[in-house]
């Protein structure tokens, strides 16, 4: 399980990354009034399927990851609720 939570940290990164890299729906009325550059990284449209492909994806592996801690968290045992597993009464 150590494993899904170092992914699972990664993803949470990656996943605010992703978003913060797109552009809002405002940003197409300033291209339309010449202030937008048609020389970027992905071409005119590419980076916009890029992206939300990239956002879907990565999306899913967030919510695997995310099932995978909630059972994990719910199958332990403990005597106590208040206090971790590894508390010796």
């Known amino acids: ?3 899904v939570k170092i992914l ?4 949470c990164v990656g996943l605010i990354l992703i978003v913060l890299l797109q552009t809002g729906k405002g940003a197409d009325m300033g291209a339309s ?3 937008g550059s ?5 071409g005119p449209s590419g ?3 890029f992206l939300s492909k990239a956002t879907t994806a990565i999306a899913v ?3 695997i990851t995310s099932l995978f801690l909630a059972y994990d968290s719910g199958t332990e045992i ?3 609720v208040i206090l971790p597993k590894w508390w010796n009464w």
């Not at 048609?38 to 992905?42: I, K, P, R, S």
């Open 1 to 3: 399980m150590l494993f």
């Open 8 to 11: 699972h940290i990664l993803v």
């Open 61 to 63: 592996i967030f919510m």
């Open 78 to 80: 403990t005597k106590s």
């Open 33 to 35: 009034f010449g202030s």
């Open 47 to 49: 980076g916009a399927t």
């Open 38 to 42: 048609n020389q970027t990284l992905f």
